[in-house]
C-alpha cells in the first residue's frame, strides 16, 4: 500500500512546538490548501493540507492516518495561503493559529457529510434566487446618479487600476457625503463586469446593514454576502463558503473578512481606512487595512481606501507617491460644511464655569444651551456628544476625600444612576453605590464630573421643551434598542441625541443642523501620540453628521466646549483642513522619530505583581541586547500601561523601534525564541508572567 506524507497544519500557538506542520499519513497524494481531519492526542481536530519545505521525513509506520478530507470543498488557494503566511510572520504567530482562526468556526467543526448538506442547500438558496436578488424581498435597481466630475476622475482612475497589471492602492480622499461610497459602487461595478469578485470592508458591524442595502439596490442580481462576527455560527459559515466557492460577487464584512477566500478577486475597499476597529487587539494583532494592502499587491488587484481622515500612515505614502490619490474636496448636492464654534470655558463668567456648589454639576456652556434651543424651535435635531459613560466618572465624600475607586484596578468605578450603581469599566466589577462613605461614614457623598446620563440629565433640566435621546454601550446593552433609537431619530421623534463616540461614526443622519462636542480636551494631552489624530479624525466624522441635507436651509454648526480654543488641533479643523493638520502631525512625528518614520512594536507582559511583570522584560531586554539582529534596533525601558492594574493583573509594556521595518522583523523573529525559553525557565509558576503577547505596529501605546 503507497503511503504518502502529507503535511497539516492545525491550530496551535507557536510555542507549542508544532511548527511549522505535523505529518500525517494518507493513502492519497493531497494538495495543499484542503480541509482535513486529524487526530492529535485523543481528540480529533481540524486542519489544512499544507505546502512544506521538507515533508516526509518522518517514517510513515509511526504517524497516524489522516480521518477524512473534505474534498468536497476547492482547496484554499496558492493566493490565501501566502496571505496567512505572511500575517504569521508578520505578527510573529504561528501558521496553523492563523489559518485555522481565521476560518468559520463551524467549518472546522462539520465533518465531510455536514459540509456536503451545506454546500447543497447553499446551490439550491442560490439557485432559486437566480435571475433575481439574493435579498427575499423584490428590490427596485437603484437609480445611478450622474457623478460629478471629482467621482469621475476617482471613477476613471481606479477603473484604470482594475485593468492594470500592478494596480496599487488608491487613496480616496474626501469628507462625509461627498460620495465616496458612490464612488465604491461604481468601481465595484467596473470589477463586477469584468467577472471579478469585490471585497468591501467597513469598520463595524453596526454599519454592515446599510452598505449591504445600498449594494443590493445597486446590484440587484448579484449575490452579495457579509462576513463578520456578528453573524450566526450558520449564517458566516454560508457566506464563507458563498465565497470560496466563487459564487458572491460581493463581500462585505468587517475587517475578519479580509481572510475571505476569494479565487476570483478583483477589488478590494476599505472605508474609513483609519478606523482603529481595523486593527484586532488580542491573538493575531493583525491590521486588516495593511493586510488588504498586501493581498491587492500580491494578487494583483486594485485597491481602494477611502476616508475623510487617512491615517497618517496611509497620508504620508500617498504624498510619497506610492498612492494614488483622488480627492472629493466638495460635499454631494453643495452642503455646506457646519460653522465651527470654540466656546472658551476660560471666558466663562465664573458662576456658570465653577462646579455649583450644592450640585457639583460641571457646567455647560450657555451658548451652547442657546443654540441647542434655537435648533428646537426650527424643528431641526441636535447631537451632542461626549465621550464618558456613566453618570459621574467617580463619587467623592466631602469630608474625608474618599473616592470610589476599584479595588481590583488602578481606576475609578463610575457611578450609574439609573440603577445607582458603581461600576468598573475595567473588570466589569458592580456594586450598588454605598449609603455613606466607607471611610469615615459621612453620608454626603456626590459625584464629581460628567458623564452621558449626567449630560442627558442636565440638558433635561436645562431645555425641558426637548426630547432627549441617548446612545452609549449602556444605552444600548439590550438587542434591538440601538436600531429603536436611530429609529425615532430617523423619523424625527428626537431633538437632541446624546452620546458618546458612538453616535458620531457612519449614520446617516439627515436633520441634524447642531453637533456640539462636551470636552473633547482630554486627547489633546494623551501621553499616546496618536491621540491627536484619532480626536481630529472623531471631530471631523462628528462633524460631518451636521447639514447632510443641503436643502434645510439654515447653516449647519458644530460647538467645541474647550479650555484650549487656541489650540492648533481646534484651529485646523475650524478651517477643515486636514492637510495642514496632517502636515505638522507629520512634521512633528518626523522629529521626534515616530511612524510612520519608523517602526514599532510592543512587549506587552501581564502578571500578578508588577515585581514579576518587570523582571520578565528586563530579561527579555537583556536577551535583545545580546542579538546580533538588534543593531539599529531601539528598546525601550518597561514601563507601566496606562491603565496598570485590571483585574488584579499587572501590565506592562516595552516598546521596541526601528527606521527599518526588515530589521525589526528581523530582530523580532530572533527574539522570539528568547522569549518562549525566559517565559519556560521560571519553574516557579509565582515567578512567571500570566501572559507575553507582541504587538507588531501597535495602534495605542
Ligand atoms: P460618502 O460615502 O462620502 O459619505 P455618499 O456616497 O454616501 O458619500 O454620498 C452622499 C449622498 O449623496 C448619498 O445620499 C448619495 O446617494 C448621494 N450622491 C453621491 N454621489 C452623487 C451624485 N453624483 N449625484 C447625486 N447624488 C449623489
Ligand atoms: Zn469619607
Ligand atoms: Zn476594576
Known amino acids: 500500500m503507497a503511503e504518502i506524507v502529507v503535511s497539516v497544519l492545525v491550530d496551535a500557538p507557536r510555542h507549542a512546538g508544532l511548527t511549522p506542520a505535523l505529518s500525517y499519513r494518507s493513502q492519497h497524494p493531497l494538495e495543499p490548501g484542503l480541509l482535513v481531519r486529524v487526530p492529535l492526542g485523543r481528540r480529533e481536530v481540524a ?14 509506520d509511526e504517524l497516524r492516518e489522516i480521518t477524512e478530507v473534505a474534498d468536497v470543498l476547492p482547496p484554499l488557494n496558492a493566493d490565501w495561503c501566502a ?20 476560518l468559520p468556526p463551524e467549518l472546522r467543526r462539520l465533518g465531510r457529510a455536514a459540509l456536503v448538506d451545506r454546500i447543497r442547500r447553499l446551490h439550491r438558496a442560490f439557485n432559486a434566487a437566480a435571475g433575481g436578488p439574493v435579498a427575499s424581498e ?25 485593468g492594470a497589471a500592478a494596480p496599487g492602492t488608491t487613496l480616496l ?3 462625509t457625503g461627498s460620495g465616496k ?21 467597513v469598520p463595524e458591524i453596526n454599519l454592515t446593514p446599510q452598505l449591504i442595502e445600498r449594494f443590493t439596490r445597486r446590484f440587484a442580481g448579484r449575490r452579495i454576502v457579509a462576513l463578520h462576527s456578528g453573524l450566526t455560527p450558520a449564517q458566516r459559515l454560508r457566506s464563507w463558503l458563498a465565497a470560496q466557492l466563487g459564487l458572491a460577487d460581493l463581500v462585505l464584512g468587517t475587517r475578519l473578512a479580509v481572510f475571505a477566500p476569494l479565487p476570483r478577486l478583483g477589488l478590494v475597499v476599505v472605508d474609513e481606512e483609519h478606523d482603529a476597529s481595523y486593527k484586532q487587539q488580542e491573538g493575531a494583532r493583525y491590521s486588516a487595512r495593511d493586510l488588504a494592502i498586501w493581498r491587492g499587491r500580491r494578487e494583483g488587484v486594485a485597491v481602494v481606501l477611502g476616508s475623510a481622515t487617512p491615517s497618517l500612515e496611509t497620508w504620508q505614502r500617498a504624498e510619497a507617491g506610492r498612492y ?9 448636492g453643495g452642503a455646506a460644511w457646519p460653522a465651527i464654534r470654540l466656546v472658551d470655558m476660560a471666558r466663562l463668567p465664573k458662576a456658570t464655569v465653577g462646579l455649583r456648589a450644592e450640585t457639583r454639576t460641571p457646567a455647560l456652556a450657555p451658548q451652547i444651551v442657546a443654540a441647542l434651543h434655537e435648533r428646537i424651535e426650527r424643528g431641526e ?12 466618572p467617580v463619587l467623592q465624600c466631602g469630608e474625608c476625600g474618599w473616592l470610589s475607586g476599584c479595588p481590583h484596578c488602578s481606576a475609578w468605578r463610575v457611578f450609574h444612576k439609573q440603577d445607582r450603581t458603581l461600576r468598573c469599566h475595567h473588570c466589569g466589577l458592580a456594586a450598588p453605590v454605598p449609603r455613606a462613605c466607607p471611610e469615615c461614614g459621612n453620608p454626603d457623598i456626590a459625584p464629581v464630573g460628567r458623564g452621558t446620563e449626567r449630560l442627558e440629565e442636565q440638558l433635561a433640566a436645562l431645555l425641558p421643551e426637548a426630547r432627549i435621546a441617548r446612545i452609549d454601550a449602556d444605552s444600548t446593552r439590550r438587542k434591538g434598542t440601538l436600531e429603536a433609537t436611530l429609529g425615532a431619530v430617523h423619523a424625527g421623534e428626537v431633538d437632541i441625541l446624546v452620546g458618546t463616540q458612538m453616535v458620531a461614526k457612519g449614520h446617516d443622519f439627515r436633520r441634524i443642523g447642531l453637533v456640539a462636542a462636551i470636552n473633547p480636551d482630554s486627547s489633546l494631552f494623551s501621553s499616546d501620540f496618536r491621540a491627536p489624530e484619532r480626536l481630529f479624525a472623531l471631530l471631523m466624522q462628528a462633524a460631518g453628521r451636521a447639514g447632510r441635507d443641503a436643502a434645510s436651509g439654515t447653516p449647519s454648526e458644530m460647538w467645541l466646549q474647550t479650555w484650549h480654543p487656541t489650540h492648533p488641533l481646534y484651529q485646523a479643523l475650524a478651517r477643515h483642513d486636514y492637510t495642514a493638520f496632517a502636515a505638522s502631525q507629520l512634521k512633528e512625528r518626523r522629529s521626534a522619530g515616530l511612524p510612520p518614520f519608523s517602526h514599532l512594536a510592543v512587549l506587552r507582559a501581564d502578571a500578578k505583581t508588577v515585581a514579576v511583570a518587570r523582571a ?26 496606562d491603565i496598570a492594574r485590571v483585574a488584579d493583573v499587572e501590565r506592562m509594556q516595552m516598546l521596541v523601534e526601528s527606521a527599518s521595518r526588515q530589521r525589526l522583523q528581523a530582530m523580532l523573529r530572533a527574539w522570539l525564541p528568547h522569549l518562549d525559553a525566559l517565559h519556560l525557565a521560571r519553574g516557579d509558576a509565582a515567578q512567571r508572567v500570566l501572559r507575553w503577547a507582541i504587538d507588531v505596529d501597535p495602534l495605542t501605546i
Open 47 to 60: 486542519g489544512l493540507t499544507w505546502q512544506v519545505g521538507e515533508a516526509g521525513f518522518a517514517r510513515t
Open 83 to 102: 496571505l496567512v503566511e505572511f500575517t504569521a510572520s508578520y505578527y510573529q504567530r504561528s501558521v496553523g493559529e492563523i489559518a485555522l482562526a481565521v
Open 138 to 162: 423584490p428590490v427596485a435597481a437603484d437609480g445611478e446618479p450622474a457623478l460629478t466630475p471629482d467621482q469621475s476622475a476617482a471613477v476613471a482612475a481606479i477603473g484604470a487600476a482594475i
Open 173 to 175: 480622499h474626501g469628507v
Open 181 to 201: 461610497t458612490e464612488v465604491y459602487l461604481r468601481a465595484a461595478a467596473h470589477a463586477l463586469a469584468a467577472g471579478r469578485q469585490a471585497l468591501v470592508l
Open 324 to 332: 494614488l490619490r483622488q480627492s472629493l474636496p466638495e460635499r454631494i
Open 381 to 392: 435635531q441636535s447631537l451632542v456628544f461626549l465621550n464618558r459613560r456613566g453618570y459621574a
Open 616 to 641: 520578565f522584560l528586563d530579561a527579555a531586554a537583556t536577551a535583545a541586547r545580546t542579538l546580533a539582529e538588534s543593531a539599529e534596533v531601539m528598546i525601550y525601558a518597561p514601563v507601566p500601561l
